[in-house]
Each structure stands twice: as C-alpha cells, then as structure tokens.
C-alpha cells in the first residue's frame, strides 16, 4: 500500500479516534453533533490536538471506544465486504465484525501521528442520498491542501462518519478491493486471520 493510500485508509477508518482527548490529557471540548460541519469540526480539532502529544499508547487505547461512538463502523464493515456477504456464514461475519475494530487500530492508529501538525478546514455542507457530505481541506505545512469530502449520517439518532473521498479516491472503495484481493487468492478466513494478526 502506498503512503498516500495508507494515508487514505487511516483517515477514514480512524476518523472516530480524532475524536476526544485522551486519559493524559486535559479535558478537551467534546465532539459538537448539533449539525455535520460541527461535528467534523470538532471531531478533527480535538483530534489532531490529541495526536500533539505524541502519547502513542494512551491514544490506541481510545481508539476502540471512540471509534463506536464516532464512526459507522457496522455499515462501513458491511460495505467493505458487501459481495462476499451472501456466501459467508454467520459465523464468520460475526468473527469478521469482531476483528474489524483491532484491524482498524491495528494497522492505522501510528500512521496518523505522521499528520499530528495537519488541520482540517471546513468549506461547506451539501445534502447527499440519505446523509450529508461535508466538504473540507486537509492543511499540512509545506504541502499543498489535500480536498477531502466526510460523508456523514445519521445513526441512532447521532452524527457518525459513513466514508470518506480524499482527493478523489472513495476510500472505502480503496479499502474494499484490498479485502477483495484476499478473499479471492485464500479465502474469507484467510482475511480474518490476516485481521486479527494486525491487532
């Protein structure tokens, strides 16, 4: 995978672990769902002020807890493996949901501290299907700002994170076909397997 992609994947799969201060820190504001661009706003801004610390182990021991809170983790899982669904059985869907959170964290969480100096400005939201699409820039110093749209919806009454394009690229789509190409040289196992090894 190469850094941009990773990159990519980490945003959008970590997105919830941006989210809320951690044990070591002081208390930060907490995350605003009043409206979407809210609620990236401060989701991102504590976010990144969090990663400041450098504190790498305090951080991936949030990341599991925040990422239920913050991200739709369930429909994303299902929509990484959509095709695969009516195949497997329910016990390995229930194995595979299980190893998605420690995947998630597993293979992820560090890669974010490379971007711990990066904001994220907000320029607009737009209604799109069932959710809404908030649209912003990702702002590193020395590079050029990255466009990056949140697509946002509503699940159990809050805000959580449904994907995310950055410069283009469907991420979840990114992170699909790699689940796909293992499924299909060693099988569903094989990926779950591969899953919880990352944890």
């Known amino acids: 995978m190469t850094p941009t992609r990773s990159f990519l994947t980490a945003l959008a799969c970590t997105t919830a672990a941006l989210a809320a201060p951690l044990a070591t820190m002081p208390a930060q504001a907490a995350v605003d769902s009043s409206d979407p661009q809210r609620f990236i706003q401060t989701l991102t801004a504590d976010g990144f002020v969090a990663m400041k610390t450098g504190n790498k182990a305090a951080a991936r021991a949030q990341f599991r807890t ?5 991200v739709a983790v369930d429909q994303i899982g299902d929509r990484l493996v959509r095709r695969w669904l009516p195949t497997i059985t329910p016990a390995q869907k229930a ?25 994220i400005k907000i320029i607009r939201a737009q209604p799109a299907g069932g959710g809404v699409d908030v649209m912003t820039q990702v702002i590193k110093p020395g590079n050029q700002p990255i466009p990056a749209v949140w697509s946002v919806s509503q699940v159990g009454g809050a805000w959580k994170v449904a994907n995310l394009r950055v410069g283009g690229i469907n991420v979840a789509m990114a992170q699909a076909a790699d689940f796909d190409s293992v499924i299909q040289r060693e099988g569903f196992d094989a990926l779950i397997k591969k899953m919880k090894a990352r944890g």
Request: charged share 15%; net charge negative; glycine share 4%.
């Open 95 to 119: 194995a595979y949901k299980q190893a998605l959170p420690t995947y998630i964290v597993g293979t992820y969480a560090d890669r974010l501290f490379e971007y711990s100096d990066a904001t």
């Open 66 to 70: 925040l990422l239920a809170s913050h």
